[in-house]
């Protein structure tokens, strides 16, 4: 994904494409990538049992199973077959990266390193049964709750925490 973005984009600072390339390749954006693949369906096809069925629609395992996929091609295959059709399967992710804020944690950070601030995340709370958690955290700053977050994963509310704590500093 890196030579892909260095290439089609040279004039973005390295920042920026380190940027794009981390949202592009998360956790997240694989799950997606992984879901439109329909991986999760083709491993159910290959297991029975409720516990198979749970993880094939689970974010963790779709992302973890589209990145062994691709190993596994890339391994058979090597880097130049497989580069183009992995772009392409990333290609609405990098659009999404390319028109979409999508890492308020890192500008925080950035900001508050500026000001020789820094910033901690705390989980306020958690609910719901193991396997749909709903996340509650706050971006603390110098003692100070600046920011508070709800998301299906910890890093999803630290990102709202994030989000909101950046709009109370540049309104200040």
Do not use: W
């Not at 984009?9 to 799950?31: D, Q």
């Not at 992710?93 to 979409?100: C, G, K, M, N, V």
């Not at 700053?141 to 977050?149: A, K, M, R, T």
């Amino acid at each position: 994904m890196a030579h892909a973005l260095y290439t089609r984009y040279p004039e973005f600072s390295e920042g920026r494409l380190a940027k794009i390339r981390s949202h592009v390749v998360s956790r997240a954006s694989c799950a997606v990538v992984a879901g439109e693949l329909e991986l999760g369906r083709r491993l159910a096809d290959f297991s029975e049992g409720e516990d198979v069925e749970r993880l094939a629609k689970n974010r963790n395992v779709l992302a973890a199973l589209l990145e062994a996929v691709l190993g596994a091609l890339f391994l058979e295959h090597g880097f130049a077959a497989i580069e183009e059709a992995v772009v392409g399967a990333f290609a609405d992710r990098i659009d999404y990266a390319l028109t979409t804020y999508v890492d308020h944690k890192t500008e925080l950070q950035e900001v508050l390193a500026r000001l020789s601030r820094q910033v901690v995340y705390a989980v306020v709370d958690v609910t719901g049964p193991a396997h749909e958690r709903y996340f509650t955290c706050a971006a603390v700053v110098d003692g100070e709750q600046l920011g508070v977050g709800q998301g299906r994963s910890k890093k999803a509310a630290e990102q709202e925490a994030a989000k909101e704590a950046l709009a109370r500093l540049a309104a200040a």
